[in-house]
């Protein structure tokens, strides 16, 4: 099996929908998801002939980016795509000129901690009691990379 890189369309919002409330406790809207097309953000998908296995989207203002949204579908989860969608946003990131790497996580988010950890973001700052949870809420930890 050989997954092959392609930007999103909004075309592509179906399947988008579909990967995003399977992977995400918290999932985005489709209006959320819609918002991805617009000037500021880009965008980077893994796909299987015409099966949606993941993707990203980020925005740009200036030479930075913030990560806004990275997720593969379940069923193809613990296969090194996450970490692959990961480094072809580097890749996009550096072809566009950007340099200063920020995101957001949910504290509790040890998959994507250890993900962004072991790509080379560090924690910069934490946003107490940021997302909703079941519990009440819980801290988003702020990351930063410098490219
Ligand atoms: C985070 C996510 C994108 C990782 O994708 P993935 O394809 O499963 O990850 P990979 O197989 O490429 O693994 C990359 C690294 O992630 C970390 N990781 C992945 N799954 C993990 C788990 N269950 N527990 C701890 N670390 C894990 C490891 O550091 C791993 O590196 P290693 O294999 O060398 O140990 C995926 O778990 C996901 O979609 N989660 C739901 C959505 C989400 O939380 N997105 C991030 C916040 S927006």
Redesign the pocket.
């Known amino acids: 099996m050989q997954p092959e890189f392609r930007s999103l369309t909004p075309a592509d919002l179906d399947a988008m929908v579909v990967v995003e409330q399977a992977?995400?406790a918290h999932p985005w809207s489709r209006n959320l998801l819609a918002d991805a097309f617009g000037e500021r953000y880009f965008t980077g998908a893994l796909w299987h002939k015409n099966e949606l296995l993941?993707y990203f989207i980020a925005d740009r203002v200036l030479d930075e980016s913030t990560l806004m949204?990275?997720?593969?579908s379940p069923a193809?989860?613990?296969?090194?795509?996450?970490?692959?969608?990961l480094e072809h946003y580097f890749t996009q990131c550096r072809a566009l000129g950007l340099s200063l790497l920020w995101l957001e996580?949910r504290a509790s988010?040890?998959?994507?901690l250890?993900?962004y950890a072991?790509a080379g973001y560090q924690e910069s700052g934490r946003r107490r009691n940021y997302y909703p949870a079941l519990n009440g809420a819980e801290d988003a930890v702020l990351m930063q990379m410098a490219l």
């Open positions: 992977a995400h993941g949204n990275i997720c593969v193809w989860q613990g296969r090194g795509l996450g970490r692959r969608l996580v988010n040890r998959a994507a250890a993900l072991s």
